[in-house]
């Protein structure tokens, strides 16, 4: 079972093998793929720093702890009509996001996000909603 917050559920959907560091993108990649082979794995929804936080490069201010991180997440749970501490499979957390969540939402909770300016969490979530999963990396 893996443990993640809010906002990583959106990230894992635009995932292309980018990130803060070689260790963070290898964790990354492995939970990724783990998700997109096996969407049965079961994932805790937790509040503050998950699994993939542990691998958030220590280059100064701490990412993870930041209260708009914080909001992000209850947003992102929010609209997906989930809470934390819920145990729940990928499969269906895609069902949620196939549900409650249009492209368009990524403008909107994920407005401060660095990463939102690529568009690939919008694209992640158009294949959602087409019913591919979670995009191959390679």
């Known amino acids: 079972m893996y443990m993640l917050r ?3 559920l959106f990230c894992l959907l635009g995932y292309r093998g980018m990130g803060y560091s070689k260790e963070y993108v290898e964790n990354m990649t492995l939970l990724h793929q783990t998700l997109r082979d096996n969407p049965k794995m079961r994932i805790q929804l937790v509040k503050g720093p998950d ?8 280059s100064g201010e701490y990412h993870c ?3 708009n991180i914080y909001e992000r997440d209850a947003a992102i ?3 997906l009509g989930l809470k934390i501490g819920q145990i729940l499979t990928w499969e269906d957390i ?3 996001i196939r549900n409650y969540i249009v492209p368009s939402d990524i403008q909107i909770v994920c407005e401060t996000c660095s990463w939102r300016s690529y568009g690939v969490c919008e694209e992640g979530i158009k294949e959602i ?3 591919k999963g979670l995009r191959e990396v390679k």
């Open 65 to 67: 702890q930041n209260d």
């Open 77 to 79: 749970l929010e609209k």
């Open 94 to 96: 895609e069902s949620h």
């Open 129 to 131: 909603l087409e019913g």
């Open 6 to 8: 809010g906002h990583h």
């Open 51 to 58: 699994q993939l936080c542990e691998k958030y490069p220590n």
